[in-house]
């Protein structure tokens, strides 16, 4: 199961942190990535992290002002939002895949067997 949390209304400008806390499964073998859906509008990619070599990879869209990162320890994903935009207000989600996939596939949501519940983020211009 992962569980997400973290989220919260903000104004423009500032910022929240993320939570994904994996339980019952191994955490460090497949990819894990985080996804938002806005109202009317289908499931994006944020970032996503390889669980090789801890590479990460970003949205356009984000790029610059999120950060992904992973405590293998703490079976945890994390998700830093800095100078968060209106835009930026969405349920986001973690998933976790069992394997690793080729990095191309890693925006895919269809590739990701296991999701969070969901944390919504607003943020107020």
């Known amino acids: 199961q992962l569980q997400a949390s973290g989220g919260g209304l903000v104004q423009a400008g500032g910022s929240l942190r993320l939570s994904c806390a994996a339980s019952g499964r191994t955490f460090s073998s497949g990819n894990m990535a985080w996804f938002r859906q806005a109202p009317g509008k289908e499931r994006e990619f944020v970032s996503g992290i390889d669980p090789w070599n801890g590479s990460t990879y970003y949205a356009d869209s984000v790029k610059g002002r999120f950060t992904i990162s992973r405590d293998k320890d703490k079976k945890t994903l994390y998700l830093q939002m800095n100078s968060l935009k209106p835009e930026d207000t969405a349920v986001y989600y973690c998933?976790?895949?069992?394997?690793?996939?080729?990095?191309?596939?890693?925006?895919?949501?269809?590739?990701?067997?296991?999701w969070g519940q969901g944390t919504q983020v607003t943020v107020s211009s």
């Open positions: 998933a976790l895949r069992n394997r690793r996939i080729i990095t191309s596939a890693m925006n895919q949501a269809g590739q990701y067997e296991h």
